[in-house]
């Protein structure tokens, strides 16, 4: 199995900053990976695929980066509605999720 | 609008069976993989299986091979998560998911996901 790490795995951060969020497979996943956003009692929603395409109707302020077995999840500046726990998954073979950041107000 | 919707909360006791069910709709639902997350409380996501409804093909995580059925009738379009015998181990929320190309393997990701169903297992 490929096993999904993901740092930090709190987060405390103002409105308008920038946002890094870090993600690494134990193996080589070229470009499989996915973002995901979810919000408490709420279903996960896609931003990112293949490690950068971000999804439609995703804020551009949201980017993704990364191959092979590190990739990083950007917000460029913070905005209230993006407090949120993310997760990244792994889709080279069947799929993981890492453990997520949650991202909360300091 | 495209949408999966799933069956309501459940509460059952250990050792009982149990299908949930996922209806997709403003989609060709036979040509995109659907799959199955669990969430257990305050806890993060879990990769269960999919299902191509359009030959039923099915591959699981190898954490959830022999413990779960996943199944799906084209017909209806509706994909189903089943237990044979329930463990309070089972609570958690479940998530149905479709992935994101038609006609495509079954590695990629989820795009479009269902409102999740709560089941709850306690003797």
């Known amino acids: 199995d490929i096993q999904m790490t993901q740092s930090p795995s709190t987060l405390s951060a103002s409105v308008g900053d920038r946002v890094t969020i870090t993600c690494r497979a134990s193996?080589?996943?070229?470009?499989?990976l996915a973002w995901y956003q979810q919000k408490p009692g709420k279903a996960p929603k896609l931003l990112i695929y293949?490690?950068?395409s971000l999804e439609s109707g995703v804020p551009s302020r949201f980017s993704g980066s990364g191959s092979g077995t590190e990739f990083t999840l950007t917000i460029s500046s913070l905005q209230p509605d993006d407090f949120a726990t993310y997760y990244c998954?792994?889709?080279?073979?069947?799929?993981?999720f890492g453990p997520g950041t949650k991202v909360d107000i300091k | 609008e495209v949408q999966l919707v799933q069956s309501g909360a459940e509460v059952k006791k250990p050792g009982e069976s149990l299908k949930i069910s996922c209806k997709g709709s403003?989609?060709?639902?036979?040509?995109?993989?659907i799959g199955w997350v669990r969430q257990v409380p305050g806890k993060g996501l879990e990769w269960m299986g999919i299902?191509?409804?359009?030959?039923?093909?099915?591959r699981f995580s190898p954490s959830f091979q022999g413990q779960v059925t996943i199944s799906a009738d084209k017909s209806i379009s509706t994909a189903y998560l089943q237990w044979n015998s329930l463990k309070a181990s089972d609570t958690a929320m479940y998530y149905c998911?479709?992935?994101?190309?038609?006609?495509?393997?079954?590695?990629?990701?989820?795009?479009?996901w269902g409102q999740g169903t709560v089941v709850t297992v306690s003797s």
């Open positions: 998911a479709r992935l994101r190309r038609a006609y495509s393997g079954y590695d990629d990701a989820f795009d479009i």
């Open positions: 403003g989609y060709s639902f036979t040509t995109y993989w």
């Open positions: 293949k490690a950068s």
């Open positions: 299902i191509y409804p359009g030959d039923s093909d099915t």
């Open positions: 998954q792994q889709y080279n073979s069947y799929s993981t």
């Open positions: 193996q080589s996943i070229s470009s499989w």
